[in-house]
């Protein structure tokens, strides 16, 4: 079935750089895109980006000069590099499977990510 | 980006009863709406979208419609289990982007 897995550390330290892997199964990431969306303490949704099917990427502005997206598709698994974290970077982070456009049909469990010296 | 306005913060209703929630979307967004639902320590699970549309597996007493750039989720005849979170997101243009959420108790 199909199961997406974020994994990361759990505490970053100011201004250092957040490395995240989303790894999943079920489906190909040459057929479905899969985004990163975050999520500041059970409050609101953030669309941070996408990596398209094709290998493209897309990303919010909010985030674009320190946010990466890259994928590898031999082990099926789609990372996130986000640098010069702040604590306002704190939250739960997911990554979600494309169903069509823009809608978001299975997700990760998330990794929390605590930024803090 | 597209602002989604959210209403209400939070509510809380009975077993039983019909509920309703609300999202206004700063400009036309053309039907490309989604509703989700989280639940405590879980995942977003997508219940509506485009506006009105049931996830295969959703029960029937969710329902979504709109009016303009109003965006409205009902929930009918309360269960238990609605207990949780839930989220409009707009999905028309980038930046994707989610209303607020509203916390739904049950009494």
């Known amino acids: 079935q199909v199961q997406l897995k974020e994994s990361g550390p759990g505490l970053v330290q100011p201004s250092q750089t957040l490395s995240l892997t989303c790894t999943v199964s079920?489906?190909?990431?040459?057929?479905?895109?899969v985004h990163w969306v975050r999520q500041h303490s059970g409050k609101s949704l953030e669309w941070m980006g996408r990596m398209w099917s094709d290998g493209d990427t897309s990303y919010n502005s909010a985030f674009t000069s320190r946010l990466s997206i890259s994928r590898d598709t031999s082990k099926s698994q789609v990372f996130l590099k986000m640098n010069s974290l702040q604590t306002e970077d704190t939250g739960t982070y997911y990554c979600?499977?494309?169903?069509?456009?823009?809608?978001?049909?299975?997700w990760g469990q998330g990794v929390m990510v605590t930024v803090s010296s | 980006d597209i602002q989604m306005t959210q209403s209400p913060a939070s509510l809380s209703a009975s077993l039983g009863e019909t509920v309703t929630i609300e999202c206004l979307a700063s400009?036309?967004?053309?039907?490309?709406l989604a509703w989700y639902q989280q639940k405590p320590g879980k995942s977003p699970q997508l219940l509506i979208y485009?506006?009105?549309s049931l996830q295969d597996g959703v029960p029937s007493r969710f329902s979504g419609s709109e009016s303009g750039t109003q965006y409205s989720l009902e929930i009918n005849s309360l269960q238990s289990e609605d207990a949780a979170t839930y989220f409009c997101q707009q999905h028309h243009d980038y930046p994707f982007t989610f209303g607020s959420g509203t916390k739904l108790e049950i009494k």
């Open positions: 485009d506006a009105s």
């Open positions: 979600a499977r494309n169903w069509y456009d823009g809608l978001f049909d299975y």
């Open positions: 400009e036309d967004i053309y039907s490309n």
């Open positions: 079920g489906f190909s990431l040459t057929s479905y895109s």
